[in-house]
């Protein structure tokens, strides 16, 4: 079977990750026929648009993407082309594993995480209002007629809506997850105490939920302040966690850390029908065009993606030799070697080459 997927390169050293990736997936042997389509900086150059309706289009027709990332300026200028795709596509669940694998450096061992961030509101829902702005100050005189507590009149607003519908979703497909990859338990993080309409309601309706799996996963709730520091010193104590998307984002870049770093940790977003497989990190721009960064976290991705096409001995087959390549140190980049200016170190490219060497027909 020949499997038509998007491939979107992204910016900074996301055409050299996504190139690795593409490069072990194909060694693999699985048959795919791979469309490109551009998205962030280079679609902007080249169409005049950072998500032009072809990219969009290609993905709803394949169904299936490889993503690089995409740089998104702090502060100001363009919203998130990352978040865009999300919301255009309905990728409500973004699924980010933490897994330790044996020869990347860090304080922890045999970490074996699951984060599953909502990724369609809470404050990344995008609506915002400006400072100074006409709609801004209509919108605080408002609210300041409507609540006991006032909003200072030079304020930016951001509206954090947590939906029951939305966590419903999300908590539903933490536990199906949990129950379908042999997990035990399931951990709501909010910080329902304080915010008690939008957490507090993620907190109940995850409360509801775990009811249907009583008796088959295991459910606990935690803040999300105390969760980060319960996962520096008991992340073993930690299964499966489904947080809102900001504490998604924030803690999954935790557990990024936990495993070894940025360049280790993969994951996708998730819709009922469409799914798009993307690293963690960034578009790390001081290092692009310079065949210098780990390619595993978009590997991994990619494993990711050959197991939702139910690949699945191809994906362990990948992984293995992944495994192997790291395990083995030689043929790594510098992040996985013991001294970040190892001139042993590979590149990029380099390391790929490894990993497909390593690969069992
Ligand atoms: P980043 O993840 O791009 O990089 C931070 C640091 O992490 C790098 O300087 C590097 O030291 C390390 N790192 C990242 N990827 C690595 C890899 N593969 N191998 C080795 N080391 C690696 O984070 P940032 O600098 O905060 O963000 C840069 C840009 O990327 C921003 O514009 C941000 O908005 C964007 N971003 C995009 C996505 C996405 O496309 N999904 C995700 C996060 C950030």
Redesign the pocket.
């Known amino acids: 079977m020949t499997y038509t997927i998007s491939v979107i390169p992204?910016d900074?050293?996301g055409p050299e990750?996504v190139e690795a990736a593409r490069r072990c997936i194909e060694a693999t042997g699985v048959d795919i026929c791979w469309e490109e389509v551009l998205a962030g900086q280079i679609a902007l150059d080249k169409f005049g648009s950072l998500l032009p309706e072809e990219t969009l289009a290609s993905i709803r027709k394949n169904k299936v993407c490889l993503k690089g990332?995409?740089?998104?300026?702090v502060g100001s200028g363009f919203r998130?082309v990352?978040v865009a795709i999300r919301q255009e596509l309905d990728l409500y669940a973004c699924l980010r594993p933490a897994k330790s694998y044996i020869g990347v450096r860090s304080h922890y061992q045999n970490i074996d995480l699951v984060i599953v961030r909502e990724n369609s509101e809470d404050l990344y829902a995008g609506v915002e209002f400006k400072e100074g702005e006409p709609d801004t100050e209509r919108l605080i005189k408002e609210i300041n007629k409507l609540s006991k507590k006032k909003i200072r009149s030079d304020s930016g607003i951001s509206i954090k809506p947590i939906s029951r519908f939305a966590t419903e979703r999300i908590v539903n497909f933490a536990f199906r997850y949990a129950l379908e990859n042999k997990r035990h338990k399931v951990t709501v993080v909010t910080k329902a105490n304080i915010m008690k309409f939008t957490d507090g309601l993620f907190l109940a309706v995850a409360r509801e939920v775990a009811k249907k799996y009583d008796g088959k996963i295991e459910f606990e709730e935690a803040l999300v302040d105390n969760m980060a520091m319960q996962l520096v010193q008991k992340p073993n104590q930690y299964d499966v966690l489904v947080l809102p998307n900001l504490y998604g984002d924030i803690i999954s870049d935790l557990c990024a850390g936990l495993i070894g770093?940025?360049?280790v940790a993969p994951g996708a977003n998730l819709g009922d029908q469409i799914a798009v497989f993307?690293?963690?990190?960034?578009?790390?721009?001081?290092?692009a065009g310079k065949n210098k960064?780990?390619?595993t976290?978009m590997i991994a991705s990619g494993i990711m993606m050959l197991r939702y096409l139910k690949e699945n001995e191809a994906a362990n087959r990948l992984e293995e030799a992944l495994q192997a390549v790291i395990k083995e140190g030689i043929f790594v980049?510098y992040?996985l070697k013991p001294h970040r200016d190892d001139t042993t170190a590979v590149g990029t490219s380099q390391m790929a080459d490894a990993i497909i060497s390593r690969l069992k027909k």
Do not use: Q
């Open positions: 992204g900074g050293i990750v990332p995409i740089t998104t300026p998130s990352n770093g940025l360049g993307e690293a963690v990190h960034g578009s790390a721009p001081k290092y960064v780990n390619p976290a980049t992040d």
